[in-house]
Structure formats: C-alpha cells, structure tokens
C-alpha cells in the first residue's frame, strides 16, 4: 500500500553511511568553530553535550585549547 512508501528503508548502506559522513563533517566543523573561539579567548570553561558517537567524534577533533577548557 501507499503507506509503505515512506517507510525508512533497513537495508541501504549508502543512506548510513551518508548520514554518518554528515555527522562526522558537523562535529569537525563544531571542533574548528569551538578551537577558533577558544583561541580568541570566548569562553573560559566549556560543557559538551551530545550523543555518546558524536562525543567520540567531537574528541578527535578538538584543539588543545578546547581541551584544556571542557569541564
């Protein structure tokens, strides 16, 4: 019937994997925005909250000077 017609799909790899590369590219773009506003001193202190993968993400990403400031 019609109603399946947007049912998610269960077996496309490439749609995971796209919405995976996504993420991935969002937490290095937050990784450099938050390195950049840390190198100009815009906050002292920093909490990250966020998806246990995305944390993992973020992680690799992070400056030093971010680093040194997450609480």
């Not at 017609?5 to 937490?27: C, I, K, L, V, W």
């Not at 920093?46 to 992680?59: D, K």
Request: cysteine-free; charged content about 35%; proline content about 4%.
């Amino acid at each position: 019937g019609e109603g399946n017609a947007f049912a998610p799909s269960r077996g496309n790899m490439d749609e995971t994997d796209y919405h995976q590369q996504e993420e991935d590219r969002f937490a290095a773009d937050i990784a450099d925005m938050l390195k950049r506003r840390a190198l100009s001193n815009d906050f002292e202190k920093l909490i990250v909250v966020a998806p246990p993968r995305t944390l993992g993400e973020l992680r690799k990403h992070y400056h030093k000077e971010v680093e040194s400031r997450l609480a």
